[in-house]
Structures are given as structure tokens and as C-alpha cells.
């Protein structure tokens, strides 16, 4: 059974400040996916990451997927009130048969 | 561009009452998903189907089921529901669960459920 672990599940952080999202998977894959979801909205698709290596950059986000770890980490650089959201990661194995198995969210609160 | 629509957006029911969750797609997706998503528990898939005319289970689909009504729609009945099915439920498609390169879902508004 894949799970999917992130963490942390709750961030509280300054504007200004850096910090990183890690996401672990249990099973071989390389195609993992990272979702925003605002509040009492949908999921919206931030990044995709579909080889070992590859790397994602928007705006002060950046996503990197190591396959070998079977880890995925996306970045915050100089954090703002708007980013404040929850992110998920989801992984994608054996061509998508089994839709995406997600993370439980990281919710992530940049206070001024 | 309407993309992934949702009716209801909310409902409250009684326990035993039953109800049809809608979800239709206008971007010819092929594949389409139902997730419920719970406090701390993040999307678990209840349903999906691969292509018209297939639906198969996912990781929590006791209690409920799916028609795969034609390619735009794809619903989710809750025969006899429970308080354990409050819940926000999500629907989404993609293009090609099989072949394609990424399975990039799109995901409706989702639909808030309280049974009482």
C-alpha cells in the first residue's frame, strides 16, 4: 500500500523568512504532484514533477522530486501572507490506474 | 470554461436518508474521480473511472456508489448515509489515466455533506 507522509502538517512562520516542505512516498515513483488548497476552496495544480531531478520553480516556490529518496520538497523563499494556504503533495504509480494517493497537507500560516 | 461542476455545493441529511452526489466535466476528460476529504486525513479516493463505462474502487468505498453516467458525468449515491460520511467530497478528471505523460487533475468545488 503507498503511503504518502508529509510533514509538517502545521507551519507557522514569519513574512520574510524561508522554509521547506518535505514529502516521503513509500513506494517506486516518479511522478508526484503538489496542490494548494485555500481555504474552503478547491485544489488547485502548482507543480509537476515527472522525473528524478526535476525541479519547479513559481514565484517564491520552488519543487524538486529525488526519486531515489522517494522525496519531494517544495521550498518557500521570502514567505508572504499570500502563500498562506495547505499544500498537499500526491504521487502518481503505475500510470495513474489508481487516481493520486495523497498526503494529509501541510497548513502553512505566514503571519506578518 | 466551466471545467469540473458539483451539485449540491451542500447538503445536510438524516442518518438512512440517501442522495446522488453530480459531477460533469467539460474539458473531455476521460477519467473522472471522487475523493472525500476529511480533517487531518488529506484526499483518500473513494471511486474513479479509468474511461466510459468502467468504474472501479478505491482506498474507502464502502457505503457508497458510482455511475459513470457517460464521459462529462459521473456521480456518487450515498444509499444509506451515515455520520461517518460527513465529509467534503471532491470531484475531479483528468485526461488519460493510462497513457498519458502526467495525471494532472482538475478538480470541482467540492460539495460539503453533514449527515446528522
Known amino acids: 500500500e503507498l503511503k504518502v507522509e508529509q510533514n509538517p502538517l502545521f507551519l507557522s512562520m514569519q513574512e520574510g523568512k524561508n522554509y521547506t516542505i518535505y514529502c516521503n512516498y513509500s513506494?517506486?515513483?516518479?511522478?508526484l504532484y503538489w496542490y494548494r488548497q485555500d481555504p474552503g476552496k478547491s485544489l488547485e495544480s502548482l507543480f509537476v514533477?515527472?522525473?528524478?531531478?526535476a525541479v519547479k520553480q513559481e514565484g517564491r516556490l520552488m519543487a524538486s522530486l529525488d526519486t531515489k529518496a522517494r522525496l519531494s520538497t517544495l521550498h518557500i523563499t521570502a514567505a508572504v501572507h499570500d502563500l498562506s494556504a495547505t499544500y498537499f503533495c500526491?504521487?502518481?504509480?503505475?500510470?495513474?490506474?489508481?487516481?493520486?494517493?495523497f498526503g494529509k497537507g501541510t497548513h502553512l500560516i505566514i503571519q506578518p | 470554461n466551466a471545467g469540473v461542476t458539483q451539485t449540491p455545493k451542500f447538503q445536510v441529511l438524516k442518518t438512512g436518508q440517501s442522495m446522488t452526489l453530480q459531477c460533469a466535466q467539460d474539458?473531455?476528460?476521460?477519467?473522472m474521480y471522487w475523493y472525500r476529504q476529511d480533517p487531518g486525513m488529506g484526499l483518500r479516493l473513494i471511486y474513479y473511472?479509468?474511461?466510459?463505462?468502467?468504474?472501479d474502487k478505491g482506498e474507502v468505498p464502502n457505503g457508497y456508489n458510482v455511475s459513470r453516467l457517460n464521459k462529462r458525468e459521473f456521480s456518487l449515491r450515498l444509499e444509506s448515509a451515515a455520520p461517518s460520511q460527513t465529509s467534503v467530497y471532491f470531484c475531479?478528471?483528468?485526461?488519460?489515466?493510462?497513457?498519458?505523460?502526467?495525471?494532472?487533475?482538475?478538480f470541482g468545488a467540492g460539495s460539503r455533506l453533514t449527515v446528522l
Open positions: 513506494t517506486t515513483s516518479d511522478r
Open positions: 500526491a504521487v502518481d504509480v503505475g500510470g495513474g490506474a489508481d487516481g493520486l494517493t
Open positions: 474539458m473531455n476528460h476521460n477519467s
Open positions: 475531479a478528471s483528468s485526461w488519460d489515466t493510462y497513457s498519458s505523460f502526467a495525471n494532472v487533475l482538475t
Open positions: 514533477l515527472l522525473s528524478n531531478g
Open positions: 473511472s479509468a474511461s466510459e463505462g468502467t468504474t
